[in-house]
């Protein structure tokens, strides 16, 4: 076994990490160093991950490049199943965390768009919010800068329960679709949402002026 120690927490290959942690041993990983297994594009986009990490707590500079966004399905079907976004990063790419199954946090400070399906069929989500986050949380996704989606973001988390998007004003399709198939979704709270959208007939919520919430 492999043992570390982060800001007086004993950690066994990989497990048992929190947000605190991560601050301090930034990547860990008894396989692959990071480096090896991601890569960033001239543009400041993360590309092309092939590691196995659960936990990432990704820097603002990687391979000497400011980290501005997340390139299209970039972590798609990965292990992951918590991640730390910069500050630096603006926007996620479609399709970057579809299929992580194992997906439990995500904090992503300044995030003002998601692109198409960026989230969809993360089973393990089970609220999203633009509140921050509490030290040693370890579930949810904050959200606390986004103001656009494109569309389908959500689509599939069936554990999915709570929406709280207070400053979310733009959806690329109508609001269903952005969370079609979230078979336990009762909750919706999207204040900012200036027209009413078009939202299925099975939903279990419901839209008007002033956003959308639960039946």
């Known amino acids: 076994s492999i043992y570390i120690y982060a800001m007086g927490v004993k950690i066994e290959n990989g497990e048992g990490i929190k947000r605190t942690d991560l601050y301090s041993i930034s990547f860990f990983n008894y396989n692959t160093p990071l480096e090896e297994c991601l890569d960033i594009t001239e543009n400041g986009k993360l590309t092309n991950y092939t590691g196995n990490y659960s936990h990432l707590n990704i820097p603002t500079i990687f391979k000497g490049k400011t980290v501005v966004g997340l390139e299209p399905s970039v972590f798609k079907h990965s292990n992951l ?11 996620i790419g479609g ?80 609001l269903g679709y952005d969370f079609q198939k979230c078979e336990k979704l009762t909750n919706v709270n999207l204040p900012a949402i200036k027209l009413i959208p078009i939202i299925p007939a099975n939903r279990k919520y419901r839209a008007s002026a002033a956003g959308a919430h639960s039946r």
């Open 81 to 91: 199943k918590y991640i730390t976004l910069p500050e630096t990063c603006q926007t």
């Open 95 to 174: 399709y970057v965390f579809e299929y992580c199954e194992n997906l439990e946090f995500v904090y992503a400070p300044k995030v003002y768009k998601i692109y198409v399906s960026a989230f969809a069929y993360c089973n393990s989500l089970t609220f999203v919010t633009d509140c921050e986050p509490e030290l040693g949380v370890t579930t949810g996704a904050y959200f606390p800068s986004l103001t656009e989606t494109i569309g389908f973001t959500f689509n599939g988390c069936k554990n999915l329960e709570s929406v709280n998007l207070t400053k979310l004003a733009e959806f690329g399709y109508s």
